[in-house]
């Protein structure tokens, strides 16, 4: 494959999904990998579309809610808004948004293998800047062209650590916006992942794919306010007669404990992958205004759809 070919393929790639897949700012946390990292002085590029499917987010944003956030959000333009428990729920909802939101997610990445049994990578993922590092211990190396020891039905494993940024906003979405108009919803986050990768080969090196699967664990860091305009406790409240207080910046991190399968799909220089990853995370309890708290947890499912690129390094072993 020459190198006018190989960098018309990326241009391609990157132009072709950048349209598409420009719907998201979530952190990634599909999994996509293999057991076998990428080979020394090899490139693989590749996007991948996914849809975040939190059950407990769900659970918070019902029909009834959003239609209280739209009625309340244009009463709270011209008049003052008491506090209640609906209030209480907009701002479980939001919460629960900023930590998993129902929504695509999507990503263009970029892998390099640096010395065997090693990559490094990059992902962009609209809004969201991601570094990882992979270390494959067990399995030959090698690359299609030269496979080596590697044969169908190899198995390989590898271990990665990943880190994600971004500022988290409420996607721009009616219910969402109200809430935001009502509430002053701010807040950032840091993502830190460790995938354990299995896979056996499709082909010698992965030559037509491979089909992966294991385990995961992820952290998040969290960091939160709630500015509220003419939001107001009225006469006979629990609480303080006058205006609500903000909610300063608040820190809280979680972990969460996932499985994954993926299968790729292709043949020495193009692959599909079809993947599924599923979460359970305990968020823990957070603090809303008004000095009240929220507890939350559930389980997340992530399916995902990617294209993936192999560009064969320039040397030959």
């Known amino acids: 494959m020459n190198t006018i070919f190989s960098r018309r393929w990326v241009a391609g790639l990157l132009a072709g999904c950048a349209g598409l897949l420009a719907v998201g700012c979530t952190a990634p946390r599909a ?16 996007g991948n579309l996914a849809f975040n499917v939190p059950t407990e987010t769900i659970s918070k944003a019902g029909s009834t809610l959003k239609s209280a956030a739209r ?23 939001a919460i629960a948004y900023a930590l998993d939101p129902v929504r695509p997610s999507s990503d263009l990445y970029l892998r390099y293998g640096v010395i065997d049994r090693l990559d490094v990578g990059y992902k962009y993922a609209f809004g969201s800047h991601v570094f990882d590092a ?6 030959p190396v090698g690359s299609v062209e030269n496979p080596g020891a590697s044969r169908p039905g190899t198995t390989y494993a590898s271990i990665g650590l990943q880190y994600a940024t971004q500022r988290t906003k409420l996607p721009s979405i009616p219910f969402l916006d109200d809430v935001n108009t009502l509430l002053g919803f701010r807040a950032s986050r840091h993502d830190l992942l ?4 299995f896979s056996q080969s499709l082909g010698a090196e992965e030559e037509i794919g491979a ?3 294991g385990v995961v664990y992820a952290h998040t860091f969290l960091r939160y306010g709630l500015t509220p305009g003419n939001l107001f406790n009225g006469p006979g409240s629990q609480f303080i007669t006058g205006k609500v207080p903000e909610l300063p910046t608040v820190r809280q991190n979680f972990g969460s404990y996932g499985i994954f399968f993926n299968a790729k799909l292709g043949y020495r220089y193009a692959y599909v992958i079809p993947a599924l990853s599923v979460y359970y995370q305990n968020y823990g309890e957070y603090r809303l205004l008004n000095n009240q708290t929220a507890k939350l947890s559930g389980l997340t499912f992530i399916p995902s759809l990617g294209l993936q690129f192999r560009i064969p390094g320039s040397s030959r072993r």
């Not at 460790?194 to 990768?197: E, R």
């Open 211 to 213: 089909i992966s699967y």
């Open 31 to 46: 999994i996509v990998s293999t057991g076998k990292v990428t080979p020394r002085g090899e490139f693989r590029v590749g």
């Open 71 to 93: 009625d309340l959000a244009q009463k709270s333009a011209n008049d003052t808004v008491r506090y209640n428990g609906t209030i209480e729920k907009l701002q479980i909802a």
């Open 194 to 197: 460790v995938p354990l990768v």
């Open 134 to 139: 992979m270390y494959q211990f067990l399995g």
